[in-house]
DNA sequence: GGCATTCACGGGCATATGCCCATATCTTAG
DNA sequence: CTAAGATATGGGCATATGCCCGTGAATGCC
């Protein structure tokens, strides 16, 4: 050991501190929000991913179906993952799933009657959640995060790991 | 129908398109970050909320040890999904769960040398991590994102019901 | 045309998340 | 001191999330 090791100066570049983690503060704050937005459509009986889920099923077929795979690049989400979340779905007749005519490997996702619906009544609850939201933290700085996010969700650098 | 109906101005308040969606995209990044941090943090063996939960234990029991209500609160996590969250933990002997003295009803969360080890090492790859983000989003847009999410984290008005 | 590769999907496993309810313990009103 | 209420935790259930692997289908290369 060099004699003066125990002198040298401290490290320009002090360790981050473990509570200023990125994934942690987003995983935190999804938590808390995704606790407000529950809340709020628990009276339709749908969770916030399943609200997304048909809400981008619904904005996504307007001009062709989704397949299962567009689906789960939209969501961010793991084909599997989406195979999973589709199932509740599913079964309370909300979506339908309908193997593709033009290549038989993929299947359509589509809402069902009940499903339009149930996403129509929904919707309502949806944007007394977020008008609420925005009031707490501001209408402008909501939108703004919102960019934010969207931007680090359709960000193909931040995985080695191709997604959907 | 009013004659002139179809010459009514656009409404002043046009309906929030479901793509802003702030609980959404939320759950998008997070879904997108928390694959980047599990990714890094896979060499070790743990997952993005295992880090957070080790690190966290380790951060709060500086002074004196902490309970799982006090850390599920820290975390922004359930009670219940706290306890589910430590069972792989301690089944991989990282942790340790102590009855309290004091209270018989309280159990201390602690970690194990195992733990602190395993701990120590994963930082180096979690700072990897961070540190790649903040190459691709920006030192100080990170420092500024991470205030904002762990403001939200933090809100107690986002909740009607009590968290942690 | 035939075979290797790629693609879309499902099944099984493990963890993450949160609800409801039960239990044990502590606290407090009386 | 005792009964009622509050608090800390666990068990069971359902959904959310993602990995690995297998299967069937399309595509591309010779």
């Known amino acids: 050991m060099p004699v003066n090791a125990r ?8 360790p981050l501190p473990r509570s ?18 529950d809340t709020a459509l628990a009276p339709m009986g749908l969770k916030s991913t399943q609200y997304s889920i048909l809400s981008e ?14 689906l789960a ?7 599997s993952t989406l195979g999973h979340n589709l199932k ?3 079964r309370e007749d909300l979506i339908i799933l309908r193997p593709s005519a033009d290549d038989r490997r993929k299947r359509h996702v589509e ?4 499903g339009r619906a149930t996403l129509q009544k929904s919707l309502r609850l949806w944007r007394h959640a977020e008008q609420r939201f925005e009031k707490i933290f501001g209408k402008q700085p909501a939108a703004e995060l919102r960019a934010v996010l969207l ?9 080695s790991l191709p997604i959907g």
Not at 20 to 37: E, H, N, P, V, W
Not at 57 to 70: H, I, Q
Not at 74 to 79: F, G, K
Request: hydrophobic share 25%; proline share 8%; charged share 30%.
């Open 57 to 70: 099923v619904d904005r996504g077929s307007r001009l062709k179906p989704v397949t299962m795979c567009e």
């Open 20 to 37: 200023d983690c990125t994934c942690g503060s987003l995983r935190k704050a999804s938590r808390r929000i995704s606790q407000f937005y």
């Open 151 to 159: 931007g680090i969700a359709g960000n193909k650098q931040l995985n």
């Open 73 to 79: 690049t939209a969501m961010v989400m793991d084909r």
């Open 88 to 90: 509740p779905l599913e």
């Open 111 to 114: 809402l069902t009657k009940k």
């Open 7 to 14: 002198n040298k100066p401290t490290p320009k570049q002090p």
